[in-house]
């Protein structure tokens, strides 16, 4: 690791161990399998790779892109209520998860999760990726803010820490020691995924609720740079059989409507996560920005996380609103709050290949005046219509045909009616010269 102003190479590799123990041995052990990471030793007795190795490496970045979670709606259960909670963006001080000092974000949880009761629906929670935050690199330790807080002030588990080290170095507490706690104002992996955790697991709380984990754009960058994969690790160390993880960053998820015997009707969801990165802020720039970022997503429904509009904007698409404090803004802007509360939805499958979508994971209940309204408002429907068919019903009687010809038809009788005067005059009088016999003597 080379160095830098003011760092010696003994402080270089505090900062490094500081900077590991910090981040969890459970995400940091394969940093020691990076080049940039291992000694000038271990790079120099590196071998060449060969072709299988080029083979077996391709193999494990490949991302199947229908995911092998299926969600399953039961019988018994009216519809699929999904709740998005993505773009925590956990401990980040730049643009910070919203809600999180008062716990107005876990309220807010709770009370969606409650909406979309889960007795009588399918409740699925899924956290959409941009998790972890942008701010755990070792950059942001090498330029962390030294802050300086008074013993009194500080908490129990800081006094805790401060004594376990004192006694574990056999020293003896001194005054000066003691008085101030000094820190330095950066949080690691390790710190982001033990409140990662906990919210997850405030979530598991709620029964019947099922939990799915996605990747966004942070949690790619932070597989990348640790050589891990955080959020399988953290499903592992939950081990939850209502927690599933579903990889990759354009995925289709397959859904599983039961009905009445064995008759099942099946669909699709997608999701697009991978856009908190992308350079386009604001409106349309910023709808088309998902295929670049994300790709194209041929489900039935798409959902796409973590960008700076929120609302539906195609016949199948919706942005979904995110936890994060602010909107995306260029460097030194001053950024707007992001919009949100569009993170629930109401899926119902009516056929294979249709879901219908309500914004909203529940139907509001109805007022019991407006509901006898409603009714009447029905009932006369019904009798206007039995009305209006009654007397269509009747007026067809004395209707023409609609195939002939009226005036034809006119003729016709006029032809006819002359045929019968002219046969009653026959069988009176006789006829001459075709003339009736009446006539003849009537004008002599």
């Known amino acids: 690791m080379s160095t830098r102003k003011n760092q010696s190479e003994n402080k270089v590799q505090e900062i490094i161990e500081k900077y590991i123990k910090e981040s969890g041995e459970d995400f940091t052990a394969n940093l020691r399998g990076n080049v940039n990471w ?61 809600g999180e000092e008062d716990k107005t974000n876990k309220k807010n949880l709770s009370t969606n999760i409650n909406l979309a009761d889960a007795a009588h629906n399918k409740v699925c929670v899924i956290y959409g990726g941009d998790l972890l935050g942008e701010e755990w ?20 588990q800081e006094v805790k820490g401060l004594a376990d080290e004192i006694l574990k170095e056999n020293e003896k507490p001194q005054k000066n020691d003691t008085e101030h706690v000094k820190k330095a104002l950066f949080f690691a992996l390790g710190e982001r995924v033990k409140v990662l955790k906990r919210d997850i697991l405030y979530t598991l709380r709620h029964p019947g609720v ?5 990747n966004g754009a942070q949690e790619e960058k932070i597989n990348k740079y640790f050589k891990i994969d955080v959020l399988a690790t953290l499903v592992a160390a939950i081990d939850n059989p209502r927690l599933h993880y579903i990889r990759g960053v354009n995925t289709v998820v397959n859904v599983e409507k039961k009905h009445d015997g064995e008759k099942s009707t099946f669909a699709t969801i997608g999701l697009l996560t991978n856009n908190s990165l992308s350079k386009a802020r604001k409106g349309q720039a910023a709808i088309n920005a998902v295929k670049l970022n994300s790709g194209e997503n041929m489900a039935d429904v798409v959902f796409s996380t973590n960008t700076n509009v929120a609302g539906k904007k195609g016949p199948r698409d919706y942005y979904v609103s995110s936890e994060s404090t602010f909107i995306e803004t ?9 919009p949100r509360g569009y993170n629930t939805f109401s899926l119902r499958i009516p056929a294979n290949r249709e879901i ?7 139907v509001p209940h109805t007022n019991p005046l407006e509901m006898i309204v ?34 034809r038809k006119i003729q016709q009788y006029l032809a006819r009616r002359e045929r019968e005067q002219r046969q009653a005059a026959v069988n009176e009088g006789g006829v001459k010269d075709g003339i009736p ?3 003849m003597s009537s004008k002599h």
């Open 38 to 98: 291992a000694t000038a030793d271990e790079v120099k007795n590196l071998k060449r790779p060969t072709q299988q190795d080029y083979f077996d490496a391709i193999h494990n970045r490949q991302t199947n892109p229908v995911s092998s979670e299926v969600i399953v709606v039961e019988e018994h259960q009216k519809a699929l209520n999904l709740i998005f909670r993505n773009g925590l963006n956990i401990r980040d001080m730049g643009n910070p998860m919203f």
């Open 437 to 439: 016999m009446s006539d």
């Open 374 to 407: 409603y009714k009447e408002y029905i009932k006369n429907e019904v009798m206007r219509e039995t009305l209006n068919r009654r007397m269509t019903e009747e007026l067809q009687k004395y209707e023409l045909p609609k195939t002939s010809d009226p005036v």
């Open 330 to 338: 260029p460097a030194k802007k001053n950024p707007a709050e992001r």
């Open 210 to 214: 099922e939990v799915y984990l996605v």
């Open 356 to 362: 219908t979508v309500i914004e909203g994971s529940n």
């Open 137 to 156: 690199e070792l950059k942001k330790l090498n330029n962390a803010k030294i802050i300086e807080q008074d013993i009194t002030d500080a908490s129990y």
